[in-house]
């Protein structure tokens, strides 16, 4: 990296650090002033800061801005197993499998079946729509660590993903007997019995999920969802109400009235 494209991704990193300890870090270099700081004192000051910035991004789901953060670290320190995993992990979870992949792929070759790698790119492969190598990856990955949950329900999602329901189930039925009532895996779970036709089935699994201490936002508008598909708005609506702002309530109900109303009419089609 030139001098030039240096200072840029250290000024990168400085913008997201706002409220994050900036003055803190903005004193070190004031300092600097008396005494010349080397490129390495530099990094050892900021990088604390970078680490903050792209948590806190994560904790907002602003995951592109918490790839770059993870980024700069990572040219830093591409040894660090820790930063090389959350910067794929959040170029993912922003769409960019691609990228992900190969940042798992440098580090592999460099360090042998790792499965904490192998997890991670059989997971990027997955997001890339690169679901053969996705398959092929995660089995290699749940070879290497067979009692990880994660692993076998990305596979259950790469089965739904191919149209393969009853080896979907069996994989998410291997992750549950790992984790069970993990409220993840049931999520999965309960998409992938909507999918296949079983939409009283998917509803109770997401029921079960719910009941779940660590049950998130996710699995409860997914529950909004799956009960309009069954005809019944008004539950729909009290789990959107429960999350949601007002806004963004009003206007999933009204989806989901539309939704219902759709389903009801078909049911009576029947």
Known sequence: MTVHRHAAALWTGFGRIAGLGLASVLCLFASGC???????????AV???????????????????????????????PDNKGIALSLARDLRLAGQGRRASNVMQVELVRHGDDADYMAELGKDYLTADRLGLAIKTLKKAHA?????????????????MRHEP??????????????????????NFAL????????NA???TLHR??????????????????????GD????????????????????????????????????GR
């Open 209 to 230: 999920a719910d009941d779940q201490p660590s049950a998130n936002i996710q699995v409860r508008q997914n529950l909004a969802l799956l009960m309009a598909l069954d």
């Open 233 to 268: 708005a008004g539950a729909a609506a009290r789990l959107a109400r429960a999350d949601l702002p007002p806004a963004q309530a009003r206007a999933n109900i009204e989806v989901f009235r539309k939704i219902a109303k759709a389903a009801k009419a078909a049911q009576d």
């Open 166 to 187: 009853v080896k979907a189930a069996a994989a998410y039925d291997q992750a549950l007997a790992l984790s069970p009532d993990n409220p993840q895996i049931l999520n």
């Open 202 to 204: 998917a509803i109770a």
């Open 34 to 44: 008396a005494t010349t700081m080397t490129p390495a004192q530099v990094a050892k």
């Open 144 to 160: 290497l660590a067979p009692k990880r949950w994660d692993v076998p329900s990305a596979l259950g999602v790469c089965y739904d």
């Open 47 to 77: 990088d604390p800061a970078l680490r903050a910035a792209a948590i806190s991004a994560e904790a907002r789901h602003e995951y592109a801005a918490a790839a770059q953060d993870w980024d700069t670290l990572y040219r830093r320190s």
């Open 192 to 199: 992938s019995q909507a999918l296949a036709g079983q939409l």
